[in-house]
């Protein structure tokens, strides 16, 4: 498709109009119990299109561009019969220059997919009992042009994630994603996390309820955040169904607590130059120090918030890019050898919440949960849930490693760099 | 595209031991208001090509750019993939030539776009006269054409239109929030808009957000529990659907949606009381999750995963089936023409018995009547649960009482099952989109079923 003719054509009819089209080529490994089950491709071009006329929006997306001729003015005759979007202000009427992104992806490409995948499934077999996983190489081109602005811009980056489980069957897992050459070293070691993640399964228990310290890794930090900034959307914000609502300026968090929307990490698949309409991508401080400091906005919800745009468009909708957090001063074995009682959560999912406002939910652990006593882990639980607020866990928040790991796990994590964290006292419960 | 599915099918023929090729066609329509604003108005034609080889191993291509030579570039690497060891056996089907559709009586194609937006507008205008300051609401619908060959000899051409809507309410009062959702969807023309009852079901929803957010929390204890059809509806599709789904028991979706805490060899052990029969059946008509003949060309039919308590059937496709040396029962879908067809569920229930509701309630001393549920969720073995009250009543002595607020019931899947004694005769159902995969495909659901007695449970 050429985003240029459908620039001039859907131009043409309205008073404004944005053009967001993408080329994607993703391959994808699935195994299971030390098997590849399928290898998936997918090769697709889509336009994203947007136009506004009288005060009214409309949008449509397009795989053929022979499409057009029909959507076009079933378009325009919809647009002209329904009511005016209040919400929507204007594109970025600015011209914007966007920063140049740096590529470094050369020996990343060269990782041979299903070679890996099968390096993989023999360096652990020794260690764990099965092993099934996910392995992605995804490439996209993005190409966005308004009245205003125009832009280009490539994505390309690995994503892998193994779970594991041992002759018990207590189950593990690691999740690794970069879009570096400086990263190739560690995608070549999620085995290595793997066995020693394997070597510290101890006594395998029903765990117990009550209020613990937890150290979550990065893959389960990363989950809850990844509940937690898309809900900052100025839409989510304005619909009054997010912990952020009402919460400008207050304390969510403890100090040491400070979470990014950050696409300009150009080490990560999702770091990006500009928005859907044309506002430059920025590093945006949501939680500083603990407190609300940023909502995410697009043009038209910056205008109603009187503030600046974050360049998170979604024209209706702003939505984050990839989730930064700001790492802190600790080592991970002295948190875990200075816990008194506490917990070790590696991952989670179905996470669900009965009070946005709030931020109240619960979330079930799996993939290694290790209870430690005085410093040592002791056992190793399953059949526990979190059933806490995301604010208490974030005021509760008492350490933070130095180290970071960059994930992204299927639905439940999204492109995120985050630390250790240890948060005291979350609730534990479990079924009855 | 569709011209080339001949050809491609022939091509990805010589290049396997088995090739489908897939075309697919879809238009869709939807509207979005949020606090009385229409968010979003939006039109999607959506169209590509979905081939499928068998070799050593699957591989599982899309493409839609139209040119012979993508075609042909995307075939050849398929084959390429397929050839990497893996596993390779489906299970043996009879080819189906077969051509169906779903009925519309107010078609989907005749209603001008606008008025779906004057629909939502008079929606929206019910809740916020109810004072719900907080509310998002969705209508969509879409006309899905599909054309699926294989090189068995498999032609079944199909057209599916479907409608939904999704609501999400918040409502708050002194400083006490409550949430809500309403959602319906049907397989079928806009008929199905009269017969959801909207207008009855969003100042419903409304007064229970009103009444939930000044209510109080029951103490904690046990308590039995009569479960309305909603709730019945997600334990039926959470702990008997997905835990009998045969790619999880055999591990397929390990690293994502977890497994099951049912294996192989686990058919005729009993998981709860004898009273429970509990269904998937994808050939109710209209229902949401509806088809004829699954993603594999498999007919469909009506599936008995729990029978008198003791596990029966599990869901199949070709490919899982193929592993158990048994036949598919038809669960093949993929949300997406082009995503990989896994095992699903369709419209998943407890069947109905001979209770009353009035009969279900005089044998509680002490319990609670929970009708909807907020926040819920079940580990990836689908045995630990937490089901949390929206709308819920304390029982006493067979009467409905006061209302309770966020009653919360975390049990296990045998522990539910078998501690229900008595089934109500009706039956309810509403529409959800059930996640599975990776990538991630929501397939659309239908949960529901009878009223039903759960005895002795924790309630927190």
Redesign the interface.
Known sequence: MDIEEIFRRVERVSDQAAVNLSRTRVT?I????N???????????LASVFLAKNG?????????EK?LD??LP??I???E???????FVSLNDKKNNYRKKRMNDAKLREVEA?QFVTDFINDVKPFVK?T???FYKKETEEQMKTPFNEGTERQFGVEF???A?NDHDYPL?TSFATSSDDDLQDLMRQKDEIMDLARKVKSIKEGREGRYNVIFSPLCFASLVSYTVPMASA?QV????SMFAGRMGEKVGSRSFTVYDDPTDDSMFNSRTFDDEGSPARKTPVIEKGVVKSLLHNFSTASKYHTETTGNAGI??PAPWQISVEPGNEDLDDMIASMKKGLFINNT??????????G?????P?DGIFYIENGEIKESWS?I?I?DSLINIYKNIEGISRETKKVKW??ETMHTRSPFVEAAEVNI???? | ?EEFVDKALDYASKRSKYAEVRFFSSTRNS??M??G????????????MAIRMLNK??????????SWD?IKE?ID??AR??E????DNFSNETPVKDEWRVSQKQKIEDL???ER?NRL?ELDGILADEKI????LALGDNIEEEFNTSSEGMAIRSRLPKVSLFA?M?Y?ENGS???GTVEVGYSGGYEAFDSWKLVDKLKHESNVLKMAAKAKKLEDGTYDLIAGPEISGIVAHESAGHPTESDRI???????A?ESFIKKDDRGKRVGSDIVNLVDDPTIEHSFGFYKYDRDGVKARKRYLYKLGIINEFLSNRESAGRLGEKSNAASRSSEW?K?PLVRMSTTFIEPRDHSLEELLEGVKEGIYMKSF???????IRF???Y?GREAYHVKNGEIKEVVR?P?I???TV?FYSSIDAIGKDIEFSAGTC?KG???QGVDVWMGGPHIRVRNL?VR
């Open positions: 994808q699935r195994f299971s119990n098997v590849i089950d399928i290898s998936n491709e997918w090769n697709e071009e009214r929006t409309f949008m449509f997306d397009l795989k053929n499409d029909k959507i079933r378009s005759s919809a647009i019969k329904i009511g005016e979007n209040t919400d299903q099965r099934g996983g996910v994630v193994a779970r489980f897992q839409f304005d619909s009054g169904m209706i909708s999912w179905y996470t669900r919440f009965q009070d946005y406002r709030e109240v939910f619960s979330t079930i799996r059949g849930r059933s299927w639905d419960s479990r079924s009855k | 595209m509207v979005m949020k606090n604003a229409i968010s979003a108005s939006g039109y999607t034609v959506d169209s590509g191993s699957i591989a599982f291509s899309s493409i839609n750019i139209g993508r995307e690497r398929a993939m397929s990497h060891p893996g596993r001008p776009f606008e937006v507008k300051a907080m509310r998002i999400m918040g708050m929030f409550e949430q055999l591990g397929r979706e390990m690293a994502q977890g082009d990989e907020t926040e819920w969720n079940i580990d990836d630990n649960e937490k949390v966020r919360v975390e049990t296990t522990n996640g990776d990538p991630m924790k």
